[in-house]
């Protein structure tokens, strides 16, 4: 394992993130949620932090809306009246595959859905969510979305780990040269097992990692990643073996070059 | 082979039975043969009389004539004729006598054992080995005749009885597989009322048990044959009852898994025999089972799915009660978490409701309710509440006189919540109409508004549990499961709840339950609701006596 240069704190992060847009980058969100008070709520945060936001109450009056023109980042509810969130998603995809999507769902099972579709949701968070970890991942979001507009804006943040590399300021990972197409919550929890290979993280110390801004995370929630991590790996790699599982203690990213 | 144990064991056995009782019969019951035995002697004892009456007409025991009668009847006789004097010397034997007829079967020569081709014996000496064991093999008496070899003559106890006067008989037996055995009777002649001499008339028994044995053969290969056609027969009755059965059996056995989930299922089967209801019986019980199962886990995905968006809204606005500083708007927040807290509330208590419809409707108290007592008095509340802008309500039929039999808590839940539903559907000024109609053994209640309908792809779904078609600002208000409630109570009392659109606009929501007939305190079991009334399957109409109170009592709204 070689550094090139030290991993920074996500909190840091988000707050060069927040400073970077505090500085007249105001990205256009869309959130669409059917829960009224869900929808203002979220909608008066993000304007709090200086984005410009349009609310809609379903699928089929956000899609009249993103035919004119698409917002820069969307918050999608699952279950909606009209048309769910899945739909909108696909529709989205078939205009822009870059376009950041966050999911706020009631429904875990509903996650695999999403995810078996590769549709490409890029994060997704369980209700009740905290609103600090929304305004995070929007942030991330938008960081990434920039940095992939500009590539070698700035000096590149690698963590390398054998055949993993890690780009810890777009939050993107290479396995073997091909990379692996990680959602934010996946991104930080690997990161906090790449960092320390061979070591155990407890759910627990992964859950701080993954939930930076949110203290109630049930830890099923992380086996759940943690499984779709594996499989993502998988799916490039049909050998990937580097994440344990240790019984009764947590996982680890497994030592060795090979 | 597992298809053999028990059952096709007992099938068997039952097989066997059947073919070897009359079997057994005919094999070993002495009735056949004793019946030809005793026809053989009468024709014995016929001919024996024949000739004493012919020697006693003529008046003289005389050899020589007598002989010549043997003579003649010695043509046609299978038996042997002896004529003995008032000693019981022989005048005359018919064995001895001329040129007989040869006879019709080799083997009636009476010192001939009785002869088996080799294929049968074996055949015949398996037959007949219980045939022996009960009765024993019959030793060889050592006298085989009558006839006394030093004197020449005739001593036996059948010629001295006949020489006493009397009707003698003897058997003495030859002793061979076939247990034959020699029949010798003695007839007394009379001559002027004296007893001058006897007849004496001797045949063995060996032209009977021939036939007896050829008839024993042929029935022991009877037995045989049906004994194979039995064992076939059973295995064939193995394969189509016990396998299938067996089969059933280990799919039981497989259906939960070990921590008690339902893994399997039984395939319709397409038997028309009673193993195919059985087979389809225990699919339709598993698919229900299943249904239950999947209805009660997909409740509970529901009602957590439900708590988490006031939950997630609770969470939120807190959380920003607690940044923002304008107190304005920090009221603004606390106050939009505690309309959920109000609505998770709701929730609560509806969820709560429903399963409590859903476990003990059947054991809370039931009687019979006047429908138009009770409509009347809830239209009437709806329009106090009402008020001027609101819809207006109208009760049509109020004066019919309809029982229905159950709880009046839960048919007031019925109709204030489909009244409720056709309020918040209303546009301003619009009319809510409920419509009592008796009809045969039923009551119709139509609950009718003016708005805006629902449209016919959701018509099924609209009493599903958290299924709600409002626009998005109702929702909230709104839990999704009071019409729920309303088809649960509806059908756990035998009725039904169905919907359909209005001309011009609007929607019917039409709620059918069994009529009490007039006078009936309680709801006949009879064809009157059982014509017009289709079985739920959940919730079967019991039209239950009055039952201890169970917890279920209900709180109105």
Redesign the interface.
């Known amino acids: 394992m070689r550094r090139r240069s030290l991993g920074t704190a996500p909190l840091f992060v988000a707050r060069c993130a927040r400073l970077r847009y505090a500085r007249g980058v105001s990205g256009t969100i869309a959130i669409v949620e059917?829960?009224?008070?869900?929808r203002?709520?979220?909608a008066?945060?993000l304007r709090r932090e200086g984005y410009q936001v349009t609310a809609f109450?379903?699928g089929a009056a956000a899609w009249e809306a993103f035919q004119r023109s698409l917002p820069d980042l969307v918050v999608l509810d699952i279950?909606m009246?009209r048309m769910d969130g899945l739909e909108l998603l696909r529709r989205i995809r078939s205009q822009s595959a870059t376009l950041p999507v966050i999911f706020?769902t009631?429904?875990d099972?509903e996650i695999d859905r999403v995810l078996g579709l590769e549709l490409g949701a890029d994060d997704y968070l369980?209700?009740?969510?905290?609103?600090?970890e929304l305004m995070a991942r929007v942030k991330v979001l938008f960081r990434r979305l920039a940095l992939a507009a500009h590539p070698g804006d700035d000096a590149e943040q690698l963590l390398e780990v054998g055949r993993l590399t890690l780009d810890l300021r777009r939050y993107t990972a290479i396995w073997v040269g091909s990379p692996v197409p990680l959602t934010v919550t996946e991104f930080m929890i690997l990161r906090a097992l790449a960092r320390r290979p061979g070591h155990v993280k407890t759910r627990e110390q992964l859950m701080d990692e993954g939930y930076p801004h949110d203290t109630f995370v049930s830890d099923r929630t992380i086996d759940s990643h943690i499984k779709r991590l594996r499989k993502k790996f998988l799916v490039i790699d049909a050998g990937f073996d580097r994440i344990d599982t240790v019984y009764g203690l947590g996982y680890r990213w497994a030592e060795g070059t090979a | 082979m597992s298809a053999l144990s028990r059952l096709p064991v007992r099938l068997l056995a039952f097989n066997i039975l059947l073919v070897f009782l009359p079997a057994a019969g005919i094999l070993f019951l002495d009735t056949y043969e004793r019946h030809l035995l005793d026809a053989q002697e009468r024709t014995m004892a016929q001919e024996g009389r024949l000739l004493a009456a012919a020697l006693e007409a003529s008046g003289d025991l005389d050899a020589t004539h007598a002989r010549a009668i043997l003579v003649k009847l010695g043509q046609r006789q299978l038996a042997r004729l002896r004529l003995v004097d008032g000693t019981g010397a022989v005048l005359a034997d018919s064995a001895l006598l001329g040129p007989r007829r040869p006879p019709d079967e080799p083997s009636l020569s009476p010192t001939a054992a009785l002869t088996v081709p080799p294929q049968q014996r074996l055949l015949y000496l398996i037959g007949s080995l219980p045939f022996r064991l009960l009765r024993g093999s019959g030793e060889p008496d050592d006298e085989r005749d009558p006839l006394d070899a030093d004197t020449g003559t005739l001593t036996g106890p059948e010629v001295r009885a006949a020489l006493e006067g009397r009707y003698g008989a003897a058997t003495r037996v030859l002793g061979d597989a076939a247990r034959t055995v020699m029949l010798h009777i003695a007839i007394p002649v009379r001559l002027d009322g004296e007893v001058a001499g006897a007849v004496v008339v001797s045949q063995s028994t060996r032209r009977i048990m021939a036939t007896l044995y050829a008839v024993r053969l042929d029935v022991f290969r009877v037995f045989l044959a049906s004994l194979a056609v039995a064992v076939v027969l059973t295995l064939v009755v193995a394969t189509t009852i016990a396998r299938p059965l067996a089969r059933l059996r280990l799919r039981a056995g497989e259906i939960l898994d070990r921590r008690g989930r339902l893994t399997g299922g039984f395939e319709p089967s397409r038997r028309r025999d009673e193993i195919g209801d059985l087979e389809r019986a225990l699919a339709e019980l598993t698919r229900r089972l299943e249904e239950h199962l999947r209805h009660t886990e997909s409740f509970a995905a529901d009602v957590s799915h439900e708590f988490r968006n006031p939950l997630a809204s609770i969470r939120t606005a807190t959380e920003m009660a607690l940044e923002v500083e304008d107190p304005e708007e920090r009221r603004h927040f606390l106050e939009m978490a505690q309309r959920d807290v109000a609505r998770m509330e709701r929730l609560l208590s509806e969820a709560r409701e429903i399963s409590r419809i859903d476990a003990h409707l059947d054991e809370e108290d039931r009687a019979p309710v006047a429908l138009a007592a009770l409509l009347g008095g809830l239209v009437e509340s709806f329009r106090l509440r009402s008020g001027d802008s609101g819809p207006s309500f109208a009760l049509d039929g109020g004066s019919e006189q309809v029982m229905v039999f159950g709880s009046a808590d839960r048919f007031t839940q019925v109709f204030d919540n489909l009244l409720a539903n056709a309020a918040s559907f209303s546009p301003p000024g619009g009319r809510v109409t409920v419509t009592l109609r008796a009809a045969g053994g039923q009551a119709d209640v139509v609950v009718a508004d003016e708005g805006p309908g629902i449209p016919e792809e959701h018509r099924d779904r609209i009493f599903a549990r958290f299924f709600s078609w409002r626009p998005a600002e109702q929702a909230a208000e709104h839990t999704g499961l009071g019409l729920a409630i309303v088809r649960a109570i509806v059908e756990g009392y035998g009725g039904r709840v169905c919907c359909r659109p209005r001309r011009p606009h609007g929607s019917e929501f039409v709620v059918t339950l069994p009529r009490l007939p007039s006078g009936a305190s309680r709801p006949a079991r009879g064809p009157a609701s059982a014509e017009t009334i289709e079985p739920d399957d959940r919730n079967p109409a019991s039209g239950a006596p009055e039952q201890p109170v169970g917890g279920g009592t209900h709180q109105p709204e």
């Open positions: 059917d829960e009224q008070n869900i203002d709520t979220v008066f945060a109450a379903d279950i009246p706020v009631s429904r099972e369980c209700k009740p969510f905290s609103m600090r």
